[in-house]
């Protein structure tokens, strides 16, 4: 059931963040919405949804900006297979597990964005992008995953119930 929820609410994230968050951006950059969607899912859920919501979420944010399609996609379903490998190592989810997924996993989609736009012949200034993207996205994300995160678990918890209850 869980991966049903992915094409609604990352189509209503992948469509805010297109049109609402860049009227918001006071540092430069912008907040992430899909991939704090797609993180804070994956963050609870089974490897298989995880990978689901990647794809659909990569998908989504592909088809409402100039980058080629699968550009998106890349970072986040190895993010995902990383939390995967990661989760399975320690007993729960904790702050200190947000917090560093958030950072590094910003930082990590970032640059996968960067260079594949480079490999597709995209003329990206790195530094510019580093010092007026890559950074406030990742103040951004940092920010916003918190409220996000507790939003997306209360969610999971309501579809695990439901799931439980119809089996």
């Known amino acids: 059931m869980g991966s049903y929820l992915s094409l609604p609410a990352l189509a209503v994230a992948a469509i805010l963040q297109a049109s609402l968050t860049p009227r918001f951006s006071i540092l430069g950059g912008r ?12 963050l609870n859920a089974p490897l298989e949804q995880g990978v689901v919501w990647a794809f659909v979420g990569g998908i989504l944010l592909d088809l409402m900006s100039a980058a080629p399609l699968g550009t998106s996609v890349i970072g986040m ?9 990661f989760r399975q190592q320690v007993y729960r989810v904790g702050l ?41 996205s990742v ?6 995953i918190f ?21």
Request: charged share 10%.
């Open 77 to 85: 379903v190895i993010i995902v297979f990383a939390l995967d490998v």
């Open 96 to 136: 200190l597990t947000i917090m560093w997924t958030v950072l590094a996993g910003t930082l990590f989609q970032q640059t996968t964005v960067m260079v594949l736009l480079l490999l597709a012949g995209f003329k990206v200034p790195i530094l510019d992008n580093v010092g007026y993207v890559v950074l406030p």
């Open 147 to 167: 409220p996000v995160y507790f939003f997306m678990r209360r969610l999971q918890k309501r579809v695990i119930g439901r799931e439980r209850f119809f089996s």
């Open 31 to 42: 907040p992430d919405l899909v991939f704090l969607l797609v993180l804070a899912w994956a």
């Open 139 to 144: 103040f951004y994300n940092f920010v916003l």
